[in-house]
Structure formats: C-alpha cells, structure tokens
C-alpha cells in the first residue's frame, strides 16, 4: 500500500487538505479530503484518517461510526472553538472520508462524500472501473463527516479479489479525471507511477485543463497472497 499525494500548489504542500493512512498488515487504507471552507480541513482530515485506521471493528460502516466519535473527542480536547464576531455563525469543520480493507480473497469499502475506489485485475482487466460513475456524481453525491453531525450518508460496496489484484483509492482532485479515463493502459500506468511520475502526471493533466485545480491524492493497494 503507498499513498500518492500532490497539493493544489506544488510549491505549497503544507496546505494540502487530502490525508491519506494505511496499514498493510491489516489490510486497511484510509483517504479524507477536508472541505474547503470549513473550518481547518486539513487538521480535521488527518484526525479522521488516524482514527479510523486505528478503529478495531467488526465492519467498515462501524469503522466510519467510531472514527467520529473518537475524532470529535479528540477534536474538542485538543482544539477549543475558535472565537468568532458576534452574530457570525460558526462553521464546522468537515471531510469527505473513504476506507478500504482486504483480506486478500475479498474487499469492502465504505465512504461519506465524494471518495471513489477502482479496482484492477492481475491480468489488466478492469473489475470496477468506479464506484462514482460520472463527472456529475461528484458535485451531487451528499455528505461529509463534520464535527458537529453524524448524519452523514454512507455509501457501501464489496466484492472479490486474487493476488495481483489493483485498487486505486482516490480523492475528487483526481476523481472527476478518471471516471473519464478508466482504459486498463492508463490504470496500468498508476501501478507504476512513482512520486516523480506521478507529479508529473498531475502537472500535465492540469497544464491540458483535463484536472481540477485541486489537491490530488491517489491510494495505490495491491493485494499479495494471504
């Protein structure tokens, strides 16, 4: 398992609002893209996917449930609300959330907000070519893990897996651009790709205008044998 990630400013990366954990010994990945506008997405991100990966449950929707709880408490000791102008309502701080986990025979994946996952065959094929299916989907699918609600929609999904197996799990940055882009060549390509390679990828996606002017972050997982 290796997390890819590149700010929406290279020259920046201390303003990059993806996070992104993993274990493989478990089998776990995790990818959070904090809410622009919301109230330190960055931090809120990286305290999502931290819980989550050390949460130790029976399902991934019970991971998500349990990675909030632990996160808000976390959150409100260690961060007091900030003061506001009288009359100025406070935000929340938000992230979309996604988490993936194999045993090397299945998969299950579970996700609050715009988070996608692929998954690739040992052969090149492609099994899943996207649990969002279009462009549009990313600017209607509800949801992001506040600090403040728990009523975030949970999408769900499972199947089958071998050894040689790919999964990409990925935030909206790079999303929209896949979905259009879902050949085995190029998927073949993210199984390769470096930190240089994949820096690289993303300046010339966003030089051509083909990707969104946003934080991208990429969870490449390839499952061995059990």
């Known amino acids: 398992m290796e997390a890819l990630t590149l700010a929406r400013d290279p020259d920046e990366p201390d303003a990059n609002q993806d996070s992104a954990a993993c274990d493989a010994d478990r089998g776990v990945a995790v990818i959070a893209d904090g809410v622009g506008g919301s109230l330190a997405p960055r931090d809120w991100a990286a305290e999502l996917t931290g819980a989550t990966l050390e949460a130790v449950v029976t399902s991934l929707e019970d991971a998500l449930a349990d990675a909030w ?35 090397a025979h299945h998969w299950w994946f579970a996700a609050v907000g715009d988070v996608n996952l692929m998954h690739l065959r040992s052969d090149g094929s492609v099994a899943m070519r996207s649990s969002l299916q279009s462009r549009g989907q990313y600017d209607s699918v509800p949801g992001a893990f506040t600090d403040r609600s728990t009523s975030a929609e949970v999408r769900t999904s499972q199947g089958v897996c071998g050894s040689g197996d790919s999964f990409f799990l990925f935030t909206d940055g790079l999303g929209q651009w896949l979905v259009e882009h879902t050949d085995e060549a190029t998927l073949d390509r993210f199984c390769r790709m470096d930190e240089a390679a994949y820096r690289a990828f993303v300046d010339s996606c966003r030089a051509d205008h083909g990707l969104m002017s946003d934080d991208a972050t990429l969870v490449r997982i390839q499952v061995l044998s059990a």
């Open 69 to 103: 709880v632990r996160s808000v408490s976390e959150w409100t000791r260690h961060r007091p609300p900030p003061k506001v102008p009288l009359g100025v309502d406070l935000k929340a701080s938000a992230s979309t959330l996604g988490i993936f986990a194999t045993d």
